[in-house]
C-alpha cells in the first residue's frame, strides 16, 4: 500500500493564541508580584523550533485532524461509523507548522481566571492577522483521499482552529488549502 502525501498551506483568519506549559514560580506569589511574573515570562508560551522560529508543533495538527472527524459528516467505506480510527491510525503529520506573521504582531493578550480564592491575571502570546504557515500530511490507507482530507481541513481550519483560547474567543480559525503532492 502506497501512502498520499499532502501539503496544508494555511492563511490566518482570526489571530493565533499559545499556551505552552511554562515553569511556574516554586514559590507563593501575591497577586502583585504574580503579574509581575506574568509580564516577564509570558513571551515564553510560545511553541519555538530549535531554530527559534514559532510553529504549531506536529502533535497540535494530528491532534486537530483527529477531533475534526467528531464534526464531519462524511462516513468512511465499509462497517466504520467514524474516519476517527483511520485518521488515529493512518494519518501522519510530517513537520511541525512554522509560522510566517511579522514580529511586530507577536502581542500579550491578558486574562483574568479564577485559581484559588481569587482571580489572577494570565498573559498569553497573540500573533494578530496576517499570519501563515504549511505542513505535510501522510496517509497510508487508500481510503483517506484527498476528498477527505480536504474536507477534515475544512473543519480543523474554519470550525476547530489552532492552539490556545480557539472555543471561547475564536482564535486561530484559518483557511487551509490542500495539495496532493
Not at 33 to 62: F, S, T
Not at 88 to 100: A, I, T, Y
Request: positive net charge; proline residues 4%.
Amino acid at each position: 500500500m502506497a501512502g498520499r502525501t499532502y501539503q496544508g498551506i494555511v492563511k490566518g483568519l482570526t489571530a493565533i493564541s499559545f499556551n505552552r506549559r511554562i515553569e511556574s514560580p516554586t514559590k507563593k506569589l501575591n497577586e502583585a508580584q504574580w503579574e509581575q511574573w506574568e509580564k516577564d515570562h509570558w513571551e515564553e508560551r510560545v511553541y519555538k523550533n530549535p531554530h527559534g522560529k514559532l510553529i504549531v508543533p506536529q502533535k497540535a495538527i494530528r491532534k486537530s485532524y483527529i477531533e475534526a472527524t467528531r464534526f464531519s459528516e462524511m462516513k468512511p467505506p465499509g462497517r466504520m461509523k467514524s474516519w476517527r480510527p483511520m485518521i488515529e491510525n493512518c494519518l501522519m503529520v510530517d513537520s511541525d507548522m512554522v509560522l510566517e506573521y511579522d514580529e511586530k504582531r507577536l502581542r500579550g493578550w491578558s486574562d483574568y481566571v479564577k485559581r484559588g480564592t481569587g482571580t489572577v491575571q494570565l498573559i498569553r502570546p497573540v500573533i494578530d492577522l496576517p499570519w501563515g504557515g504549511g505542513f505535510k500530511l501522510m496517509a497510508f490507507d487508500d481510503a483517506i483521499t484527498f476528498k477527505v482530507i480536504d474536507h477534515l481541513s475544512e473543519i480543523v481550519g474554519r470550525v476547530l482552529g489552532w492552539m490556545e483560547a480557539r472555543k471561547y474567543m475564536g482564535f486561530g480559525r484559518s483557511e487551509i488549502t490542500i495539495n496532493e503532492l
